[in-house]
């Protein structure tokens, strides 16, 4: 089987928020109860040089190659999918330490009411069975495709999401 990630082109993302409606209807979470969705949408104000621009976000688990929060993870509740490559988690036995959020470098586990850790699996059943993720399927736009491990890492690097999230993410700090 393929391995894959998901790939987020921050210049087409218009901030509709389908991708987060599809995640949250794909995994059942309702934010009315408290719950945090696996995907969010974030419109960021960026000031430059005394100009003022605006770009979008759409940020989910990166499913990191090196994923910290497998590291963090004192009970091997997360793990990398050996088919697809897509972080996925069982918390069968999760004791809701938090080791994975604080190892997270972007935040993603969140912990439902039960304390136990939740976040995005990349629709991994669905990749399984050879459909999109539910974001990736909602996207009007293209921003997120599910692509290729090798043509990912292929992408100049100034289109890697993973580095301009973080740029960005730290400038907001």
Do not use: W
């Not at 408290?34 to 949408?41: D, H, N, Q």
């Not at 069968?92 to 959020?101: L, V």
């Not at 459909?131 to 090798?150: D, H, I, N, T, Y």
Request: proline content about 5%; charged content about 25%; glycine content about 6%.
């Amino acid at each position: 089987m393929k391995q894959y990630t998901i790939d987020f082109d921050m210049e087409k993302c218009i901030s509709c928020g389908a991708c987060m409606i599809a995640c949250m209807d794909q995994n059942d979470t309702c934010v009315q109860e408290g719950e945090r969705p696996f995907r969010s949408v974030f419109d960021l104000e960026i000031e430059r040089e005394g100009k003022v621009s605006f770009s979008h976000l759409s940020l989910a688990c990166m499913h990191c190659t090196d994923a910290p929060c497998i590291i963090g993870c004192p009970c091997g509740c997360i793990r990398k999918d050996p088919e697809t490559n897509l972080t996925v988690f069982d918390t069968a036995n999760c004791i809701g330490c938090h080791s994975c959020a604080m190892a997270c470098p972007y935040g993603i586990p969140s912990f439902g009411a039960d304390g136990k850790m939740k976040k995005c699996d990349g629709c991994y059943v669905r990749v399984h069975h050879g459909m999109k993720p539910a974001c990736v399927k909602a996207c009007p736009v293209g921003a997120l495709k599910l692509v290729e491990l090798e043509e990912a890492e292929a992408l100049p690097k100034e289109h890697s999401l993973k580095k301009k999230s973080r740029d960005i993410l730290e400038r907001q700090v």
